[in-house]
Each structure stands twice: as C-alpha cells, then as structure tokens.
C-alpha cells in the first residue's frame, strides 16, 4: 500500500500501513492530536445555536402555512355550498317570476351570482396595501409601529381563495409563491402573492 | 438522539400533517448543528441566521425534494444549508478561494517531531485552532465543520457535499494536513532551529 492510498483509506488499515512508515506513523500521531483538539473546539461551541428569533419566525411560518391552508380549505368547502344556495334561489325566483309575476319583474339572469361575487372580491380587494400585500380576512389591522416580518414562502393557491382572489378549481392544489406578513406576536396578517 | 424518540423522518412526516410539536422537535434538534456549519462556510453570524431559516422554510414545503432512500434528512439538511451558503458567498463574493489548485497541490511535507499544537498552551491551541480552520479554503473547512467539529459520518458528509465518501476522506486528510501547516507557520519560533522536512517514501 502506498501512502496515498493509506491516507485515503484511513482508518480502515491504519495498523498495518504505520507500523512499516515512521514518517506515516508520526503524522498519524500528529493527525489524531489535531482531531483531539478539533473535538476541544467543537465541544467550546456545542453552546453556539441560532438566536430564538429565527425559531419564532419560523413557527410563525409553519402556522401560517397550516392556517391558512386550513381557513383556505374551510372556505373552499363552503363556496360551492353558498354558491348552489344562490343558484337555487335564483332558480327559484325565476321560476316564480315566470309563473307567478309579471314579464318585467323576472329576476334577473344569473349573473347575479357573479355580480354579488364581484362586490365580495371587491370588499376584499380594498384592504390591499401599496406594497401589494392582501390583509387576511378577520386578522387585526397591523399598525405602522408594529414590528413585522415578512417570510417567503409557496402556499397552496387555494390560499388566493382565503383573501378573496379568483383561483380556478383545477389550480387549487397547486402552489404559488408569497410573502407573509407577521405581526408581532408571530401570527399571519397579510399575504403577498408573487405571480 | 436516544431509543424511543422519533426520528427525524418521523418529525417530518408529522410535521407534514401540521404537527407543530413534531417541527419544533426536529428544528430543536437539528437547528445548532446546522447554524454553526453555515456560519463556519459562510464565515458570517447574520448569514448563518438567514440559512438556518431558508433551510426549516424548506421543510415546510411538500416538495423539498428530500428522499429517504438517498440519505437521511441530517444530511439533506446540511446539504441545503451548503447550497443557501454558497447562494450568500456567491451574492457577497466574501470567498475566492483558490480551490482547484489546492485539490491537485503536494500535501505540505512536515518533519517527523514538528507537532504545532506542543508548544501552544489550551487557550491558544482553541484560538489558533478556530482561526486556521476559518482560514481553509471554502472545501475543506466545509468538510472540517461537518466530520471534526459537528461529527456527522462520512455518509452524511457525502450526502450533503455531494462527493462519494472516498473524496470526504481525502479531503479531510488535506484539510488536516493543511491546518497543521497553518498552525506550524504561526506557532511562535523556538530555539529548536528549524525542523527537516521528511516525506513517506513507500
């Protein structure tokens, strides 16, 4: 075995190779003192972890990926609930209008739903910042003194839906990237999507 | 970690279902090692900070990439902290090292008794230490942090570099060697004269 190949190999034929090689063998007994120390200096900074920050930061991530995905979800769920009821009740008020009121009180035509829908996207749509950031529905209003963070992050687009964006069903599952704002005390406040 | 805690691909899988005490667990468990590797290769507290956060951010997402059967998730971590490093080094140019060359270099000849660490007492030997190993060039303080300082095992080492297992012993080698040496040029000179170089000949 040459030297190369000892050094390579170490420690699997340590013994052997250093027994024939003073040269080896001292560097060998160099090599492990050095480590020895290495393991002195490693041991002096087991105490050295990341500031407490950067944990808060990052369960103030986790539970806003999972809340609102979770609120997302709840909604998701719902929509098509509220928007059968409105169909039934337009289907209903037509029906009637033609069977019971005269031509000119017909119900309007299904845009209806669509129109209340556009007034529910604009009331959301309002509480959208400058900067592009969407308040989160039912969250405290984030004062100018508060202290913030903002953390990137690729949410379900589903998430869109919870702060009153249009997704279509078959891109809910996929994901989309955004900055969450959070306020002080770690909780999500507002959303900026990327795309 | 001890016999009846979950292991980290436990945690994860946990986590994946919004466990919050599962991510805590497995950030408590991981997050010092993984901070003081980044803050070893990026050579900066702030950057080490940031890394430690990009790395968990990367937990949270379903499609990290991480695969069980290619290595564990210590190693995957590791890995993407290296790569959020060399992200930072790459935007701040802090490192230009002269890698290639150091790779094909002779390792440094050193004479049979030329021991740096004999002369130096405890404190100085750590001090000395913790700046020869600040010092090596990016590769082989990498490989340093990871295998003498945090005692990974070589797989994971490999896993994170990115290297079979065959290159991590060699570059650990060197990169001992190469402290040795950086060690050896600043101990203060003794009356001893100066020490004959001596290489293995076999």
Redesign the interface.
């Known amino acids: 075995?040459?030297?190369e190949e000892f050094?390579?190999?170490?420690p699997d034929s340590l013994v052997n190779?250093a027994s024939?090689?003073?040269?080896?063998a001292?560097?060998l007994?160099?090599?492990q003192?050095?480590?020895a120390?290495?393991?002195?200096?490693?041991a002096?900074?087991?105490d050295?972890?990341?500031?407490a920050r950067?944990?808060a930061?990052?369960?103030a991530?986790?539970?806003a990926?999972?809340e609102i995905?979770?609120r997302t979800q709840t909604r998701w769920w719902r929509m098509p609930v509220v928007a059968w009821t409105a169909a039934g009740a337009m289907a209903a008020a037509l029906i009637l209008g033609v069977a019971v009121l005269p031509k000119r009180h017909v119900a309007p035509p299904a845009t209806h739903h669509s129109a209340s829908t556009q007034v529910e996207l604009a009331s959301f749509n309002n509480q959208e910042t400058d900067d592009g950031f969407i308040r989160i529905p039912n969250t405290p209003q984030i004062d100018p003194n508060d202290d913030v963070n903002v953390?990137?992050?690729?949410l379900p687009k589903s998430a869109m839906l919870a702060v009153g964006l249009n997704v279509s069903p078959e891109q809910v599952s996929d994901?989309v990237e955004a900055e969450v704002m959070l306020g002080s005390d770690g909780l999500a406040r507002a959303v900026r999507f990327m795309e | 970690m001890t016999i009846g805690q979950p292991t980290d691909d436990e945690l994860l899988q946990r986590?994946r279902h919004?466990d919050?005490a599962a991510?805590?667990e497995l950030?408590?468990r991981r997050?010092?090692a993984?901070?003081?590797f980044a803050?070893h290769v990026s050579g900066s507290v702030s950057t080490?900070?940031d890394i430690?956060?990009e790395v968990?951010?990367t937990l949270?997402?379903?499609?990290c990439g991480y695969n069980p059967e290619r290595g564990t998730l210590s190693g995957y971590l590791f890995g993407i902290a290296r790569k959020q490093a060399l992200r930072h080094l790459e935007r701040g140019r802090i490192d230009v090292n002269i890698e290639g060359d150091l790779e094909v270099a002779p390792l440094p000849q050193?004479a049979?008794?030329?021991?740096p660490?004999?002369e130096l007492t405890?404190r100085e030997?750590?001090e000395s230490?913790?700046r020869a190993?600040a010092a090596l060039p990016r590769r082989y303080r990498e490989v340093?942090s990871l295998c003498?300082?945090?005692?990974v095992d070589y797989a994971d080492a490999a896993a994170a570099l990115g290297c079979p297992i065959?290159t991590v012993?060699?570059r650990l080698?060197r990169a001992?060697a190469l402290?040795?040496e950086k060690?050896n040029k600043e101990r203060p000179k003794s009356g001893l004269g100066a020490l004959t170089p001596?290489?293995?000949?076999?």
Not at chain 1, 48 to 51: A, H, I, Q, R
Request: net charge neutral; hydrophobic share 40%; with cysteine.
């Open positions: 075995m040459s030297c050094w390579n190999q170490m190779h024939e090689c003073a040269a080896c001292g560097r007994a160099r090599e003192r050095l480590t120390k290495l393991r002195i200096l490693s002096e900074l087991s050295v972890s990341t500031p950067v944990e930061n990052l369960l991530a986790f539970r990926t999972h995905g979770s953390v990137r992050m690729e994901t | 986590l919004g919050e991510f805590l950030y408590r997050q010092a993984i901070y003081r803050m080490a900070e430690v956060q968990f951010m949270l997402r379903s499609d050193m049979v008794d030329d021991d660490l004999a405890h030997t750590i230490l913790r190993v340093v003498d300082l945090e005692e065959g012993r060699s080698h001992r402290l040795l060690l001596v290489r293995c000949e076999i």
